[in-house]
């Protein structure tokens, strides 16, 4: 994301078998995933990940075309 307010190493997402986790990397503008401030947190389905003013949705790439209009390979999408 090209913006002053997020961080060059702002956050991950790290997989461990079927689940996802978010972690915050000691950024300056913090992560939140549904409005909740976070430093690290599991990932559900269809969670809203803000980074500064930027709003991210966690999705399941696995999901059919016709279930989910992200069909990417992509965990996040950027609304």
């Known amino acids: 994301m ?3 307010g997020v961080s060059g190493n702002h956050a991950e ?3 461990n078998g079927d689940n996802y986790t978010i972690y915050d990397l000691n950024s300056t503008n ?3 995933v549904n409005v909740e401030r976070v430093s690290d947190k599991a990932l559900k389905l269809g969670d809203e ?5 930027h ?3 966690f999705i399941d ?3 059919p075309a016709s ?3 992200a069909a990417t390979k992509s965990r996040i999408e950027i609304w």
């Open 2 to 4: 090209d913006n002053v």
């Open 13 to 15: 997402i790290i997989k």
């Open 30 to 32: 913090s992560v939140y």
């Open 49 to 53: 990940i803000g980074i500064f003013k």
């Open 55 to 57: 709003k991210l949705k």
């Open 61 to 63: 790439a696995d999901l």
């Open 67 to 69: 279930f989910e209009k």
